[in-house]
């Protein structure tokens, strides 16, 4: 069976969301990071209400908590949480977003007009030639579109009008997340996981339609402190050891030709310089460090830190102090323990008519850490493409297919239990 999901509807409620400027700030203390991530969460917890749904609830930390009622008779459905992050990436600016719809998409070029620089084409996405004919939507030039992760925030808000008017559609408790400053690595810091409420959980954050995650990169952070010989400089022979210049030549000594991100791909780890702080005294240098094999990373740490330690021992009285923080694991080494939960998905995107793709994600979810957290939770696919960029763009029909495999998945769950 396959399901009729209304695509204006979705398309409309999407190119509404994303005009809500929601960027969150990786330098920012507060939480969220930004208090504009808050007018999207009170938005939808107000939409949801004007739905008829009783259970929903926003709290000071800008997270939406909401219950869409079973509708089936078994007492033994389990629930299940579809979440999304309101918040949108740093990398790109998210101000005064003017998403543009382009109906029945020709394969061609498509020159975004408020920067004619910024083309979007088949050569650089490919992806756009399974699109001919359907509709996408992208921002004008300026700014990202925002798809990641509002595709997802969408098709969860459309997927409950559906269902409301739907109610023959029999399934379980689904329960409803939105989260703020998944951008920013802090998407479940606040999380309430009572206020959840559910044992198994999906994320609506990923790419091509029929995708289907269920692998992400485990991952720490690392910071290098070099700590120098500090001297007046006008008095510093034999005697200034600049920990600046030293920091410089350990990132020099990293390799060149494997062990980063622009030299690796696939099921391959790296190690990433990310920021560089400091004077002539001390200075720091933060690397993100990911594999996704979690035993794999105490050799990541040590052939960095042993990197820095021959450096650092060509200058007297210079030290470096080497210290890790676990960011996120691999999501897999929980879901291998709950398969139904991914089998699930693979029937669900099934039934709505696609073929599933398995991928392994390098990067993070909140999924990742919700999985750590007692929900096991894979990411299920939004059609959300070159995301983070002013090419980022969507496919309303590929938004509107995970729409109906939601639908589908409430429906297995109710089938499978009780």
Request: glycine share 8%.
């Amino acid at each position: 069976m396959q399901f009729h999901i209304n695509q204006d509807s979705l398309a409309e409620r999407f190119m509404r969301y994303v005009r809500i400027d929601t960027q969150s700030d990786p330098e920012s203390e507060t939480f969220p990071t930004t208090e504009k991530q808050k007018n999207l969460s009170r938005l939808l917890a107000q939409e949801l209400k004007d739905m008829g749904i009783t259970q929903v609830e926003t709290d000071t930390f800008g997270y939406v908590y909401a219950t869409l009622p079973a509708t089936s008779s078994k007492t033994s459905v389990t629930p299940i949480c579809f979440c999304a992050h309101v918040d949108t990436a740093p990398d790109c600016s998210g101000t005064n977003v003017i998403p543009i719809l382009h109906k029945n998409y020709d394969g061609k070029d498509i020159v975004l007009p408020d920067d004619k620089s910024q083309v979007l084409g088949v050569k650089d996405s490919p992806y756009l030639k399974t699109q001919i004919g359907n509709d996408i939507i992208t921002a004008s030039g300026n700014t990202l579109l925002g798809s990641d992760d509002k595709a997802g925030v969408a098709i969860i808000m459309e997927m409950a009008a559906f269902l409301l008017q739907n109610k023959n559609i029999t399934h379980g408790d689904i329960k409803i997340v939105f989260t703020p400053d998944e951008e920013v690595g802090k998407g479940t810091a606040k999380i309430n996981m009572q206020k959840v409420g559910a044992p198994f959980g999906y994320t609506l954050d990923g790419g091509e339609a029929g995708s289907l995650e269920e692998e992400t990169f485990s991952a720490d952070a690392a910071t290098i402190t070099v700590h120098g010989v500090i001297a007046h400089p006008g008095y510093a022979k034999d005697k200034l050891v600049n920990a600046m210049k030293i920091a410089g030549e350990i990132l020099a000594a990293l390799p060149k030709s494997e062990w980063s991100p622009e030299t690796t791909e696939g099921m391959q780890g790296f190690v990433h310089p990310t920021s560089l702080n400091g004077i002539a005294e001390k200075t720091t240098i933060g690397f993100i460090v990911r594999d996704f094999k979690t035993a794999e990373l105490v050799n990541h740490h040590a052939r960095l830190k042993e990197i820095a330690e021959i450096v650092v021992a060509q200058y007297k009285g210079a030290r470096i102090e080497y210290n890790i923080s676990e960011q996120y694991r691999n999501m897999k080494d929980v879901l291998q323990q709950h398969p139904q939960v991914v089998a699930n998905a693979a029937e669900a995107i099934k039934r709505a008519g696609l073929a599933v793709k398995m991928e392994s994600i390098r990067g993070g979810t909140d999924g990742s850490r919700l999985s750590y957290m007692g929900m096991p939770c894979p990411n299920i696919f939004t059609g959300m493409q070159n995301i983070h960029s002013k090419l980022e763009w969507v496919s309303v029909q590929d938004m509107a297919k995970s729409v109906e495999t939601l639908v589908h998945l409430g429906m297995i769950w109710e089938e499978k239990n009780g």
